[in-house]
C-alpha cells in the first residue's frame, strides 16, 4: 500500500446506526454474556443421579475360566500401565484420565475431555 492511500475504517468510539462501528463491539459484548454460565444455571440438574464408570481395561474369558477364578488370580487386561482409562457416565465415554492413589483409596484424575462425537 502506497503511504498516501487512505482507507475508511468505522469509528468504535461513537454511538450511530447499524453501520457505526459501536454496533459491531455491542453485538460482540452480547454474545459475550450469552455465553457466561455458572453452576448455578445447572442447579435443577443437581439431584439427578447419574452412574460413573472408570474402566481400567477389559478382558475376555471364558465362562468356564469365569467359575476357575479365586482370591489373587491375575486376569490380564488390554491396557499398559500408565495408559489412561477411560471415564464413562451412564455408559457413554466422557473422559480420560490417570488412576491416583488418595489415602488409602484408589481415585481417578481427568486429564482429557471428550467431545461428543469424538472416542
Known amino acids: 500500500m502506497a503511504p498516501n492511500d487512505e482507507v475508511d475504517l468505522p469509528d468504535l468510539g461513537t454511538e450511530g446506526g447499524p453501520e457505526s462501528g459501536s454496533a459491531l463491539l455491542r453485538s460482540d459484548l452480547a454474545s459475550e454474556n450469552e455465553t457466561k454460565r455458572s453452576a448455578h444455571d445447572l442447579e435443577a440438574v443437581f439431584d439427578v443421579p447419574v452412574t460413573v464408570s472408570a474402566v481400567l481395561g477389559k478382558s475376555?474369558?471364558?465362562?468356564?475360566?469365569?467359575?476357575?477364578?479365586?482370591?489373587?488370580?491375575?486376569?490380564?487386561?488390554?491396557?499398559?500401565?500408565?495408559?489412561?482409562?477411560?471415564?464413562?457416565?451412564?455408559?457413554?465415554?466422557?473422559?480420560?484420565?490417570?488412576?491416583?492413589?488418595?489415602?488409602?483409596?484408589?481415585?481417578?484424575?481427568?486429564?482429557?475431555?471428550?467431545?461428543?462425537?469424538?472416542?
Open 60 to 119: 475376555g474369558m471364558e465362562v468356564s475360566q469365569l467359575l476357575k477364578l479365586s482370591k489373587g488370580t491375575i486376569v490380564e487386561l488390554d491396557r499398559k500401565v500408565g495408559e489412561a482409562i477411560d471415564i464413562y457416565v451412564n455408559n457413554r465415554l466422557v473422559a480420560r484420565g490417570e488412576v491416583v492413589l488418595v489415602e488409602d483409596r484408589l481415585g481417578v484424575t481427568m486429564t482429557e475431555i471428550i467431545k461428543a462425537g469424538q472416542s
